[in-house]
Each structure stands twice: as structure tokens, then as C-alpha cells.
T-cell receptor
Framework: AQTVTQSQPEMSVQEAETVTLSCTYD???????LFWYKQPPSRQMILVIR??????QNATENRFSVNFQKAAKSFSLKISDSQLGDAAMYFC??????????FGAGTTVTVRA | GAVVSQHPSWVICKSGTSVKIECRSL??????MFWYRQFPKQSLMLMAT?????????EQGVEKDKFLINHASLTLSTLTVTSAHPEDSSFYIC????????????FGPGTRLTVL
């Protein structure tokens, strides 16, 4: 079974600053997908960004970008210009050709005004 | 597009009763649906995977006789918690995939179950 590790239970960032969330995963597959999901207090899971393993270019969605290091099996998320609405729990997730998602333990992000 | 709804959003029941939670894909055909359980401040734990018209595949440790899953149509899956007990109190989330976007799961808003 694939494992996804998020080593930071909590992160705090000043509004307008940048925060980086770490994620590592273990797999023997060569073709897979990686995701970052946001879960705000409403608990609705929201897809933030996705990365296909075969793509070398790091994915970017507005203020969110990833640093995908395939050889190191690392997939960090950078949130730039942090906003109060970014406060949430963030989950890193892995999916291979089997469509089940494996989630990390999550990182709670607090944004200070 | 790709909206998934759940009903009810919250439910309180007495110990020993059964509760049914519905998960619907509103604008696409969900060939596969997933049911997760989440405790406060913890990650999502996959309970089972269901394909339309087939029996659900349960994860190890999940009691299939307690958590009955039915995926009778391409837009509806139900989770029935039978003979619920206080330890079944949790947040249950469904997700769905399909409609030509099989690489992504679309999540419902979740159902909070409290068993008294």
C-alpha cells in the first residue's frame, strides 16, 4: 500500500506571506497522480492542485504551486500571498492507476492577520 | 460541473437504530463512488469503493454487515449504518468519479452522524 507522509501537523503564516507544506510518498509505480486538497472549517474537500507524475513541469494554480521531485518522492505545496481564506486543513493525496486515493495525515494552516 | 451532494448533512439517532446516508452526483454519471470516515482533526479513512451495479469493496477492518453500501444507479450511492452505536459517531464523506474525468474524485459536503 502506498503511504503519504505529511510531517507538519500545523503551520502558521502571516497574511500576505508565503508558506510551504511538505509531503512525501512511497510508491513503486511510475505512473501516478498527486493532489493537494483543502478542507476548510465547512469540511468540504476542495481540490487545490494536481500533478501528473509524467509531467516534469510543476503545476501552478494562481497563488498555489507545487515542487514535485519525483526521484525524491516529494510533493510540497507553496501558498504565496497568504489570505485569511487559506486557513484550513490541507491534505496531500496519492493516486496510482488504481483510482483509490491515499491521504496524508494533514497539515492545519493558520493565517495571522 | 462535477457536483456531488449528500443527504442529510447531519443526523442524530438513538443507539440501535439504522441510518441511511445518500450520495448523489448531480451533473455527471458516477461509475465509481467512495465512502470515507473522518474523525475530528484527522485524515480521511477510506471505508469502501462501490461501482454501479456491483457489490462494494470494503477496506480491511470495515464491517460490511454494519456499513451497507448500495450503488444502484450511476447517480446514487447509499451508506446505511446498521444498529448504530455511539462509536459510529463520525463525519462521513462520499466522493465520486466518472463522466470522462476519472482521474479526479469529486467530494460531497459530508454528513455528521451523532449516535446517542
Amino acid at each position: 500500500a502506498q503511504t503519504v507522509t505529511q510531517s507538519q501537523p500545523e503551520m502558521s503564516v502571516q497574511e500576505a506571506e508565503t508558506v510551504t507544506l511538505s509531503c512525501t510518498y512511497d510508491t513503486s509505480e511510475s505512473d501516478y497522480y498527486l493532489f493537494w486538497y483543502k478542507q476548510p472549517p465547512s469540511r468540504q474537500m476542495i481540490l487545490v492542485i494536481r500533478q501528473e507524475a509524467y509531467k516534469q513541469q510543476n503545476a501552478t494554480e494562481n497563488r498555489f504551486s507545487v515542487n514535485f521531485q519525483k526521484a525524491a518522492k516529494s510533493f510540497s505545496l507553496k501558498i504565496s500571498d497568504s489570505q485569511l481564506g487559506d486557513a484550513a486543513m490541507y491534505f496531500c493525496a496519492y493516486r496510482s492507476t488504481i483510482i483509490k486515493l491515499s491521504f496524508g495525515a494533514g497539515t492545519t494552516v493558520t493565517v495571522r492577520a | 460541473g462535477a457536483v456531488v451532494s449528500q443527504h442529510p448533512s447531519w443526523v442524530i439517532c438513538k443507539s440501535g437504530t439504522s441510518v441511511k446516508i445518500e450520495c448523489r452526483s448531480l451533473d455527471f454519471q458516477a461509475t465509481t463512488m467512495f465512502w470515507y470516515r473522518q474523525f475530528p482533526k484527522q485524515s480521511l479513512m477510506l471505508m469502501a469503493t462501490s461501482n454501479e451495479g456491483s457489490k462494494a469493496t470494503y477496506e480491511q477492518g470495515v464491517e460490511k454487515d454494519k456499513f451497507l453500501i448500495n450503488h444502484a444507479s450511476l447517480t446514487l450511492s447509499t451508506l446505511t449504518v446498521t444498529s448504530a452505536h455511539p462509536e459510529d459517531s463520525s463525519f462521513y464523506i462520499c466522493s465520486a468519479t466518472g463522466g470522462g474525468r476519472s482521474n479526479e474524485q469529486f467530494f460531497g459536503p459530508g454528513t455528521r452522524l451523532t449516535v446517542l
